[in-house]
């Protein structure tokens, strides 16, 4: 795979890279990542030389059909790992014993944080439970890396894509052995977690917000759909005011506004109520 796409991804896009050294040669590691676009999980792997393995939801790996098939094979041979999501603990637990299994093999395990792409390019907080708690199960160190602009290269609702250079950056080992032991501290999974969304940051040069992505794009989503609606009412007070205004103009009195109208039909009611002098 690293040939079928690795080099046609390098040879078309020519990513460019900086931190190479910082991956190990051999050994277990945590590739901790920011999540600019789908395509991230195919841009890492095919600047290293080290298998990369991720994880995906397990039904990629289970739909029927030839699809189905073509589809398992497609993200088996780049790495990525099937998590069942339908367990009492949900996807967080499969995701956290999956990650330990990639370690103790001695391999590579890339993990994005945030839990989800970004809505808007921007850097959002991580989540406490994946990252954390596989690196102190572990003790494997945590190397934060940087994606850059390849969300450019597919924007949502283009089906072409652009053809552009991406970048990556790769930051120094963080080791966590001071908190060995601390893995159901939550207060010490929040702080490891922030601590690598803070070097993710800086390597990546994205604005941080400290909210969810998930919560991001729920927010977006009800801006949208309150635009919408507010589009629609707008739409509709203007079709009944035209309604309206042609209404009056089909009564007598002319073209005349209403407003006149009904002014001279109070002075009228006026005129016939006030006292005789």
């Given at each position: 795979?690293k040939?079928?796409?690795?080099?046609?991804?390098?040879?078309?896009?020519?990513?460019?890279?900086?931190?190479?050294?910082?991956?190990?040669?051999e050994?277990?590691?945590?590739?901790?990542?920011?999540?600019?676009?789908?395509?991230?999980?195919?841009f890492?792997?095919?600047?290293?030389?080290?298998?990369?393995?991720?994880?995906?939801?397990?039904?990629?790996?289970?739909?029927?059909?030839?699809?189905?098939?073509?589809?398992?094979?497609?993200f088996?041979?780049?790495?990525?790992?099937?998590?069942?999501?339908?367990?009492?603990?949900?996807?967080?637990?499969?995701?956290?014993?999956?990650?330990?299994q990639?370690?103790?093999?001695?391999?590579?395990?890339?993990?994005?944080?945030?839990?989800?792409?970004?809505?808007?390019?921007?850097?959002?907080?991580?989540?406490?439970?994946?990252?954390?708690?596989?690196?102190?199960?572990?003790?494997?160190?945590?190397?934060?890396?940087?994606?850059?602009?390849?969300?450019?290269?597919?924007?949502?609702?283009?089906v072409?894509?652009k053809v552009?250079?991406?970048?990556?950056?790769i930051?120094?080992?963080l080791?966590?052995?001071?908190?060995?032991?601390?893995?159901?501290?939550?207060?010490?999974l929040?702080?490891?977690?922030?601590?690598?969304?803070?070097?993710?940051?800086?390597l990546?040069?994205?604005?941080?917000?400290?909210?969810?992505?998930?919560?991001?794009?729920?927010?977006?989503?009800?801006?949208?759909?309150?635009?919408?609606?507010?589009?629609?009412?707008?739409r509709?007070?203007?079709?009944?005011?035209?309604?309206?205004?042609?209404?009056?103009?089909?009564q007598?009195?002319?073209?005349?506004?209403?407003?006149?109208?009904?002014?001279?039909?109070?002075?009228?009611?006026?005129?016939?109520?006030?006292?005789?002098?």
């Open positions: 795979m040939v079928a796409i690795g080099g046609p991804l390098k040879v078309t896009f020519r990513p460019w890279v900086e931190g190479l050294e910082n991956i190990p040669p050994g277990a590691a945590i590739l901790a990542s920011n999540h600019l676009s789908f395509s991230d999980s195919f890492l792997p095919a600047v290293l030389d080290r298998k990369v393995t991720f994880i995906a939801k397990a039904e990629y790996f289970t739909t029927p059909g030839l699809k189905g098939k073509l589809t398992a094979a497609f088996k041979g780049v790495g990525q790992l099937p998590v069942d999501r339908s367990g009492a603990r949900g996807a967080g637990e499969a995701a956290i014993n999956s990650g330990i990639v370690i103790e093999s001695g391999e590579l395990f890339g993990i994005y944080p945030e839990g989800t792409r970004s809505p808007d390019g921007r850097l959002y907080r991580g989540k406490p439970g994946g990252l954390a708690r596989v690196a102190l199960a572990t003790g494997a160190p945590v190397i934060p890396v940087a994606m850059i602009d390849t969300e450019k290269i597919q924007p949502p609702g283009k072409l894509p552009m250079r991406p970048g990556i950056r930051g120094r080992p080791d966590f052995s001071r908190y060995q032991g601390m893995e159901h501290d939550r207060f010490v929040r702080a490891l977690t922030d601590e690598v969304m803070y070097e993710i940051m800086k990546s040069g994205q604005e941080y917000v400290d909210i969810y992505a998930t919560a991001a794009k729920r927010q977006i989503a009800e801006a949208a759909k309150a635009g919408k609606e507010a589009d629609r009412a707008a509709a007070a203007l079709a009944k005011a035209e309604k309206a205004g042609k209404t009056e103009k089909e007598p009195g002319g073209d005349r506004p209403a407003g006149e109208e009904r002014e001279q039909a109070e002075n009228t009611r006026a005129d016939r109520d006030r006292p005789a002098s």
